[in-house]
């Protein structure tokens, strides 16, 4: 009988854990912005075939790398920086064709032009400007000419907000999810892109109702909601992190969404 896989951040205070992975502890499987709908959105927008060479940044708990390989691409090279993030992904992959590497998304180790397909959901927005510069541009050194960039993050709106207003949110989400946090307008998004030679192709835009009941049950299903409430009812520690985020989310509703964006890599 295999070992029990243990979950990020398993053994850590729960006031100090990650939300991400808070939530991930509570039975939540989508863990993205815009949900499952503007994930799906996102890999439309890519239209991964079974030519294309994909390369995924920050896995997370594998929702989407599972409806990626549903399109059963030539080759998938996940890179996460959780060991236990990786041995989650790896319980879905199969075949050589299909790996899973810890390490950086800023410094993959990859050689150039080896993808076709990058993307990276709910992990720029956690990084400093400077490191998501760096990430953009390592996503752009190993796409060949043409190849596909997709991001799926949290942004702040609208482009024109003061910028207080914009440290504040940023401030507040970074202590309610206890991690830095620093989501930035539709426009900035795009010029980092820009900048780091793509071209952009599909936008979308969603509310960020990552915790409202409504969305929650669209992203688990019932039953997958029902044990999540379960678990934040018994676990009265999870329930004050959920709740104090929920808060958060909620003050900001007007200027917090989540924003995908699918590039080309300008030959």
């Not at 398993?10 to 499952?36: C, D, F, M, Y």
């Not at 996940?78 to 064709?97: D, F, K």
């Not at 044990?227 to 929920?246: C, F, H, Q, S």
Request: include cysteine; charge should be positive; hydrophobic fraction near 40%.
């Amino acid at each position: 009988m295999s070992e029990k896989v243990l979950m990020p951040n398993e053994n850590r205070e729960i006031s100090k854990t990650p939300g991400h992975w808070v939530l991930a502890q509570l039975g939540k499987k989508v863990l993205r912005p815009g949900g499952k709908e503007l994930t799906q959105k996102m890999l439309k927008g890519l239209n991964i075939t079974a030519n294309d060479n994909v390369v995924e940044f920050a896995p997370g708990m594998g929702y989407t790398a599972r409806l990626c390989l549903l399109q059963s691409p030539k080759t998938y090279t996940a890179i996460e920086q959780n060991e236990q993030a990786a041995a989650i992904v790896r319980a879905y992959l199969n075949g050589e064709s299909q790996t899973c590497r810890v390490g950086n998304a800023q410094n993959t180790g990859l050689d150039n032009a080896v993808a076709t397909v990058v993307y990276g959901e709910a992990m720029l927005t956690m990084q400093s400007d400077t490191r998501k510069n760096e990430i953009i541009a390592e996503a752009g050194r190993i796409l060949a000419a043409g190849g596909r960039y997709a991001i799926h993050e949290l942004c702040i709106t609208p482009d024109g907000i003061n910028d207080d207003n914009k440290r504040l949110i940023q401030k507040e989400v970074t202590e309610a999810i206890q991690h830095p946090a620093k989501p930035i307008t539709p426009s900035e998004w795009k010029k980092l892109m820009q900048d780091n030679g793509f071209e952009i192709e599909f936008e979308a835009i969603a509310p960020m109702h990552l915790l409202e009941p409504k969305r929650m049950i669209g992203d688990e299903g019932f039953w997958g909601f029902f044990k999540i409430a379960k678990n934040i009812l018994t676990k009265p520690k999870a329930r004050k992190r959920v709740l104090g985020m929920r808060k958060v989310f909620r003050k900001h509703n007007k200027n917090l969404s989540a924003i995908t964006l699918v590039a080309k890599k300008k030959s």
